[in-house]
């Protein structure tokens, strides 16, 4: 089933200071797409330009040149502004830092509220937000009384109550602790797969990055590697040079493989490594 | 003597309120000279408000803290004196940079010690080679470093203080891959070069793993459990149902035990990978 | 402790006075503030203070917060009463400590001062309930709401109201940081408590310029995050909750009017010159 391009960068450059004589470019020549449905992972280290992405994908930010387009309009086009983001959400890193209203329901509804929907439909949005993300039983707390991994939740509700068809997740794990993080990570492949959201996640968690449909890494402004993500992982040399590591079974692996022992390439989940380690026994 | 020694320490936040909370709860422990310890829990387990107490900033409603076999808490002076003994690094540190230069910066504790220039100056120096960062960035401003670069001005400017043990709060955090290695192997060198005392709070394990002798678990207020990673990790069980994380490593070699493969434990990448192809050798035998 | 500052904190629950419609509770305080300043005898402004008692009951809010909130303002009290017994020069002559000089305790100061303080404490009590059982959100809209008329003469209402929601959002998130950042330099050894004011003044400086980045860092990424979720001016935008009024609305009514009458009425009229209470303040 051929199924269409949701967003798509084509020779998109991002320059900040454009009157500078050097201007310093958060991205070069990116071109790249995201299809209906698909959880695509952004790679890349501190300062690779992939925040940039997330800006762009909603038309928050315009591109210094090339094309950016969202369901076929036009990132540039200002008649198109308000249907891209609500098409395409976002979710930032601090959850402190995007919750505007200091009850979570009432946080929630902020959006559809913009949206000017109807008191009735607003609601109906709001607790069925606060049900994906499992947050209804806190839907009269206060936000700041909440735990990291909850806030970030919450943020999430607020987005998924304007129904986008896509949401960009930059690095929504970064401020969470080892159960906040799992919590938020299991409500977004949630999203992917029972809702049909598209998702775009931006992380340096190489753990994560395994249940990827593809990979795009980015270095210095540049689409450095691209692909499936073993494809992605077995390029652990330019992997490194990005700044970035392979998940920690990967690293096992190739650490097994360095000691001499024959163990097959391309291993990702913990599963696979059992069986893999398993059938080796059986071998020798 | 132990060099810290923690007895029975207490502490809770908002008495009489609907929002009260007994942050730590009857908490003891010691730390001898040139050890690392990590202190492990998740967030709101208390681990903070344990840290702030231990340095002369929170004084615990019940119990004591001894430095050299002395209360920190016996009067004001010894509490102000304690913050320059235990140098206490908290999460986040770039957010509380402020002076003009990233010199001027590492140089405020040493300042507040009222010690001389150029003793100051000296410690500044010996404070910013530590933690690798380069001299021509001593006279910029804080706020024109990159992020991990911001990260280790603010803990230079713990180091400088000369503490005489060093707790570093989720030292890690937000850092990209490179820029955790980075912080990881500064911690280790400051601890092989100089014999240095440290504290790590944190709630990744593989953190932990990577540098401390001991690991201390805290949840909801209390010290659940206390040994050598490789005694706390095989407490999995345990630590998962507390919201926390054993090291992967540990996770799988864990998992092939349970299907039955005899494997000794490891926690870190190198031992992990020596366990299993030993495993493989020895395979054939069993 | 800044952790333990409660104005301003709302406490959620399901009393008959959090059911209350927002926007009659600002209108109720406003009249109660009216009439408790009309009050000019103690037996009105005991019936004030009973009113107020009685509210504070029917709140089911714990006496020890109410207590906690006064606490903070003590001082403010303390204070007025003492200058109102030092500047108050009517009624007789209780105690002349100085020989010379005209300085005297009188009657009068000290009627004043007493009076002063039950009216400071009726006025705390209502006022901070307020917040207490109503959300900052809430209360935000109601405000919009009774301001609305204002619209017609071009003031911008909504974006008033909207950043007043939003600082009251981020009044408990920069009271952390704050503490955070000040258990972070005194760390540091700033001299933040101890020290000479000069040194206080000084160090006072490393908490102010973080504090002052990451404000501007936390309003930066805010407005990003808001335009994400389609924020233009907000003139139009629609609500989740609708305020109504309700018949708790038309019965508290009833009984503040009833009271802030009586108390008002009392304090013109001879019962209470009856009952030895005497008007003090004239």
Redesign the interface.
Known sequence: MEQKDLISFQNVYYAYEEEAEEPAYALKNVTFSVKEGEFLFILGHNGSGKSTVAKLANGLLLPTSGVVTVDGADTKDENAQMDVRKKVGVVFQNPDNQIVASIVEEDVAFGPENLCLPREEIRARVDEALRSVDMTEKRHAETYRLSGGQKQRVAIAGVIAMRPKCIVFDEPTAMLDPKGRRAVLHTIRDLNTRFGITVILITHFMEEAAQADRILVLNDAEIALEGRPREVFSEYELLLSCGLELPDTAKLGKALQESGVPFPDGILSPDEFLEAYMRLRKDH | MPLLEVQNISFG??H????EVQAVKDISFAIEKGECVAVIG???SGKSTLM?ML?G?LKPESGQVLLNGENIYQN?KTA?KA??QV????QY?E?????ETCAEDIA??PK??GLSPEEIRKRVLLASEIVGLPADKLDVSP?DL???QKRRCAIA??IA?QPEILILDEPT???????REEILSMIGRYRKDRGATVLIVT????TAAAIADRILVMNGGRLVLSGSPEEIFSESEALLEM???I???A??IL??RS?G?ELPSAYT??D???V??D???G??RL | MIKDITIGQFFPGNSFVHKLDPRAKILFLIVYIVALFLCRSFFSLLLMLAFSLFTVILSRISPKMIWKSMKAILVIVVFTAVLQIVYNDKGDILWKPFASGSFAVTTGGVYGAVFLIVRIIALILLTSLLTYTTSATLLTDAIEKLLSPLKLLHVPVHSLAMMMTIALRFIPTLLREIDIIMSAQKARGAMLDNGSMGQRIKALVSVFVPLLVSSFRRASELATAMECRCYTDGANRTRLRVMRFSWRDAAAAVVLIAVSFAAVFLSFCPISTILLFQPVIS
Do not use: W
């Open positions: 936040y908002g009489h309120t609907p929002f998740h967030t709101g702030q340095n900033l004001k102000a913050r320059f140098g206490l690094c908290f540190p957010y509380q940079l402020f002076a405020f504790g507040n010690m706020f990159s992020g991990g400017g713990v203080m955090a937000g850092l990209d891959p490179a820029g709630h990744s394990m593989e919201g926390l994380d090291p992967s490593f996770r799988i998992a092939l299907r493969v990448l190198k992990a990978a020596r299993l192809s495993g493989l050798r395979g054939g």
